[in-house]
C-alpha cells in the first residue's frame, strides 16, 4: 500500500515535469493568431487599414509598394520587419542592398502607421512586422475588391538587427530562370504553387527600365510588339529609372498579369519564366489563374499566409520597436 502511494507521487512529478519542458518551446515558438490584438488593442487593424486607404488615395502604386515591403521583410531573415532598419554603426541594413536601393517604398506611409497605432494602443504594441502583413493584406483588397481579403496571422516582433548580405543573397534577381526561382522560394519554405501564385503580385506596381532591360532586348519569348513598345522609354542606354506598369492595368489586383504572360507580355524575365506554353506545372498554374479570379484570389491569400509564417520572432525574441527605423536604446 505504501509503495503504491510512492509510485503515485513519481508518477505526478514525472507528469509535471514533462508537462513543464514541453511548455517552455510553447511559449518560445509561440504560433501566430488571427486574433492577437483583438484584447490587446482592438483599434489597431482597423486604423492601419484607414492609413492604408488614405495613402492608396493619394496614390495607388502606394498599395504595391506596401505589398512588396512585406514580401521583402519575410525573405530577409524572417518577417521581422528588418526590411525597416536603417543603417547602425553596427549593421548595414538592408535598404540599399541590390534589390532594395532606390526601389522600396512606403516607408513614410509605415511610420505614419506605427504613430497611429501606438497613440490608439497607448504604447508600442503592434509590431512592425505584423504592420507590415496587414499593411499588404489591405492594399491587395483595397485594389483587387472583397475576394481578396484573407485573414492575416498576427503577433509577429521586431529584430534587432538587419543584414545587407543577407538581402543581397535572399531576395531573387529579376534574371533568375524557372529553377533559379523554385530554388529560392523552397529555400524559405515555399513551393512551386507558391511561387506561381505570389509572382501574381505583379498584377499591381511599377517597374524600372534597368530591372527589364536585357529582357527586351535579348529575351526570345518576348512578343516583338509588346518589346518595341517598352524599347522606346527604355533605350539600351540610359534612362535606367524610367518607370513602366508590371502589368496593363497597374492599379488593379486582377488577373491581366498571368493573361499577358500566355501572349509573352511579362516584363520581367522572371515573370516570362513562370510561362513557356510548354504544357509544364507552372504553364498549368498561369493558365488556372489567368481565367479564374476566385481561384487567383483564394490561392494567393493561402500562399501569403504561408510567406507571413516565415521564421516570426514571437515569445520573448525580439521586440516592440517605437520607430520602425530603429531597434530600442
Ligand atoms: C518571384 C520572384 C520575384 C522577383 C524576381 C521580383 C522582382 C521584382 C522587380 C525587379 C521589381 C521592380 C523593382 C524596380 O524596378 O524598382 C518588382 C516589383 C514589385 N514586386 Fe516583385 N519580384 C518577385 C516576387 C514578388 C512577390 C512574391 C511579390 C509579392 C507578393 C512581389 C511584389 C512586387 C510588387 C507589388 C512590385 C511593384 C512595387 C512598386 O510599384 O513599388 N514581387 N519585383
Not at 129 to 139: H, M, P, W
Not at 249 to 277: M, R, V, W
Request: hydrophobic fraction near 40%; aromatic fraction near 10%; proline fraction near 5%.
Amino acid at each position: 500500500m505504501e509503495s503504491h502511494h510512492h509510485h503515485l507521487q513519481y508518477l505526478l512529478v514525472l507528469v509535471v515535469v514533462t508537462a513543464t519542458i514541453f511548455m517552455i518551446p510553447t511559449s518560445t515558438f509561440a504560433q501566430l493568431t488571427p486574433d492577437y490584438y483583438d484584447k490587446l488593442c482592438p483599434e489597431a487593424l482597423p486604423i492601419i487599414n484607414s492609413v492604408v486607404k488614405e495613402a492608396i488615395a493619394c496614390e495607388r502604386r502606394m498599395g504595391a509598394s506596401l505589398l512588396r515591403l512585406h514580401f521583402h521583410d519575410c525573405f530577409v531573415n524572417g518577417c521581422d520587419g528588418s526590411v525597416l532598419l536603417d543603417d547602425t554603426p553596427f549593421f548595414l541594413g538592408e535598404k540599399t542592398a541590390l534589390p532594395n536601393l532606390n526601389s522600396i517604398r512606403g516607408f513614410e506611409v509605415v511610420d505614419e502607421i506605427k504613430a497611429a497605432v501606438d497613440k490608439a494602443c497607448k504604447g508600442a504594441v503592434v509590431s512592425c512586422a505584423d504592420i507590415l502583413a496587414v499593411a499588404a493584406r489591405d492594399s491587395v483588397a483595397i485594389l483587387g475588391g472583397p475576394k481578396h481579403w484573407y485573414q492575416v496571422l498576427l503577433g509577429r516582433r521586431d529584430a534587432r538587427y538587419a543584414s545587407r548580405d543577407a538581402a543581397n543573397v535572399n531576395l531573387p534577381p529579376p534574371f533568375f530562370n524557372l529553377p533559379q526561382l523554385l530554388a529560392s522560394f523552397q529555400s524559405h519554405g515555399l513551393d512551386l504553387k507558391d511561387l506561381v501564385v505570389l509572382s501574381g503580385g505583379h498584377t499591381i506596381g511599377l517597374s524600372k527600365c534597368s530591372s527589364f532591360r536585357d529582357r527586351i532586348f535579348n529575351d526570345t519569348n518576348i512578343g516583338p510588339e509588346f518589346a518595341a513598345t517598352l524599347r522606346e522609354s527604355c533605350p539600351r542606354i540610359g534612362e535606367d529609372t524610367n518607370l513602366s506598369p508590371l502589368d496593363a492595368t497597374p492599379s488593379n489586383f486582377d488577373t491581366t498579369y498571368y493573361k499577358a504572360l500566355l501572349y509573352k507580355k511579362g516584363l520581367l524575365h522572371s515573370d516570362q519564366e513562370l510561362f513557356k506554353g510548354a504544357g509544364s506545372e507552372s504553364d498549368r498554374l498561369v493558365e488556372l489563374y489567368s481565367n479564374d479570379p476566385y481561384a487567383f484570389a483564394r490561392d494567393f491569400g493561402v500562399s501569403m499566409v504561408k510567406m507571413g509564417n516565415i521564421k516570426p520572432l514571437t515569445g520573448y525574441i525580439g521586440e516592440i520597436r517605437c520607430n520602425c527605423r530603429t531597434v530600442n536604446y
